[in-house]
């Protein structure tokens, strides 16, 4: 069974005089590492959003999306913030405490998750993330990449089945993006975890991800594995938009 599965989807933001999504049909099966891409404005954060009803905009929708294959709608809150891990652009924007040590528990204590689990979970992130060295340290201290950091592994300390990105390392340099992308290539090798990543740092996509979804205007032009997607040359036109039509992102 599809991990994610996306039915028809359509969505319209209230008083837009066109819709932000049509059609959308996307499976996404367990274990895959996928890239969503398009250009500016083409819909991809309302898509993720959608994937994760919290924080899901409003307007009028149709069509279904099925987590694990129950209505994604149906899930309660504590279980799509147990499963359903996002991680947005803006680290700043996802900051709730004061201390790294704090952040990366606050998803698990939210979650009443008990203190020996915690620990040790949070320890395992902290060292995979390389960021046992500033645990004591105020968030506010942190670089950008360090916050953004923090902002992963806190996502990823609550275990979930499948993490979402928008544009997490779009703020970042060159270098921080590649190693923040080499990590979650190594959680979902080790972990087994879904990622689905929206980002624009093409130059090291083709060699993390495993699928990717090319979105243009709204509706999905293309998606397949890694390898026939950039072979194809049916999506030359949309590739086109997609590397050389954001240089504003
Ligand atoms: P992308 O992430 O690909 O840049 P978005 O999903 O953010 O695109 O936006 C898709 C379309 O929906 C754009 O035309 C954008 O202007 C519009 N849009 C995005 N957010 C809102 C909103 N909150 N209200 C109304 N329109 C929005
Ligand atoms: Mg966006």
Redesign the pocket.
Known sequence: MALLEIKNLNFT?PE?AQP?LSGINLEIQPGEFVLIC?A???????LLRQCKPALS?HGEKSGAIYFNGKAIEELSFREQSEKIGFVMQDPEMQIVTDKVRHELAFGLESLGTNNRKMRVRIAEMASFFGIRDWFDSPVSALSGGQKQRVAIARALAMNPTILLCDEATSALDPTTTKSILALLKDINEKYGITIVIITHSMEVVQEICTHVAIIDAGELAENGTVADVFASPKSRAAKKLVFQGDQNV
């Open positions: 933001y837009a932000a398009g500016s404005g083409c819909g991809k954060s309302t905009q």
